[in-house]
């Protein structure tokens, strides 16, 4: 069997060029308006069929819907070869998007090598999003699916062990899994924040640099202000998870930041809070990448490598909390 490594192949870099463009094409474009919502989903579905690549095949895909009184909450489950036939780890995983975009679709080839990778089973889970659901629907779905989870409902149909939960997201994705790793803290077993959006008070960087001129993370956060939060006090660590001051339990975290993001400071500065506090982190900078390249394999060959690493934090971290 090919090693989860062996979907790496040697990559030029003219996809990555073309990316850039794509993307200053639609940032010039972008009202942030809630009619323009509809756009900026097609955009993104576009621009991942056209820069992604397809990951490894699973040994078997689920569609089924977590269980709820108003809103069950659609998930996906991939499996891969490498799977205990009974109940083994699996990572929750909650995609990217500014609470106003993407799905369990837009980051399939992510969760694939996250799967692949780490033996483990990947939940992703399609939370509702704004502006037609405002913040806390969002939240609220994804919280539902952890609680699902670490209860055991998932043990006997989906082989998902309540005793082995390990959480992930990136960006709006790693907002929500850093606010819930510190609720259940005792009960997650490992956490992935890829350049996770850590708070909804400051729009741009502390330190602006040129990589900001397209002011992409102001336009971004100022649409999440408007359509997202909804008046809620952005200072609530649940929208805010890097004013938390008591780190203390947290499961062991792997923190990746990007050169190139407007985050970039704020996942560094968590990072450090985490390590300030006995927590284990394996911290990951990539200088010359862009917020939300690993949805864009085709275009950042390291888009199929860093998923692969976050793989063997999380094999060795589970493996280790088993013992």
Same mark, same amino acid.
């Given at each position: 069997?090919?090693?989860? +490594? ?41 621009? /991942? ?9 699973? +040994? ?67 939370? +509702?999003? $704004? ?46 899994? $850093?606010? *819930?790793?510190?609720?259940? +803290? ?27 001129? *397209? ?5 971004? *956060? ?25 780190? /203390? ?6 923190? *990746? ?39 864009? $394999? ?26």
């Amino acid at each position: 069997m090919k090693s989860p +490594r062996d979907f790496i192949p040697e990559i030029n870099m003219q996809p990555a060029k073309e990316f850039m463009s794509a993307m200053r094409e639609q940032v010039e474009r972008m009202k942030p308006t809630p009619d323009s919502i509809y756009a900026i989903h097609n955009s993104m579905r576009r621009m /991942t069929n056209q820069f992604d690549t397809p990951g490894p095949e699973m +040994r078997d895909v689920q569609d089924f819907n977590v269980p709820r009184t108003d809103f069950p909450v659609p998930v996906r489950l991939y499996t891969p070869h490498q799977a205990s036939d009974g109940p083994g780890p699996t990572l929750i995983y909650l995609h990217g998007g500014g609470f106003v975009t993407c799905s369990i679709e837009s980051h399939e080839g992510l969760c694939k090598r996250l799967a692949s990778g780490s033996g483990m089973r990947v939940l992703s889970v399609d939370y +509702r999003l $704004a502006p037609q659901f405002p913040y806390p629907a969002g939240p609220d779905d994804c919280e539902a699916v952890l609680k699902w989870a670490l209860q055991g409902y998932g043990q006997d149909d989906y082989n998902i062990d309540r005793a082995q939960i390990a959480l992930g997201g990136d960006s709006a994705g790693g907002n929500m899994t $850093a606010y *819930l790793c510190q609720k259940y +803290r005792d009960q997650i077993k490992a956490q992935i924040l890829f350049y996770p959006l850590m708070q909804l008070v400051d729009f741009k960087p502390p330190k602006p640099g040129p990589q900001d001129w *397209l002011q992409l993370g102001f336009m971004a *956060l100022k649409f999440i202000d408007e359509h997202y939060t909804h008046g809620a006090d952005t200072q609530d660590t649940r929208l805010s998870p890097l004013f938390e001051k008591d780190l /203390t339990g947290i499961p062991p975290t792997y923190v *990746l930041t990007c050169g190139l993001d407007p985050l970039r400071d704020e996942g560094k500065l968590y990072a450090d809070n985490l390590s300030a506090h006995g927590v284990k982190v394996v911290y990951v900078y990539e200088k010359m990448l862009p917020h939300g390249f690993l949805n864009f $394999a085709r275009a950042f060959p390291k888009g199929r490598k860093i998923p692969l690493d976050a793989a063997d934090f999380l094999r060795d971290t589970l493996r280790a909390s088993a013992a």
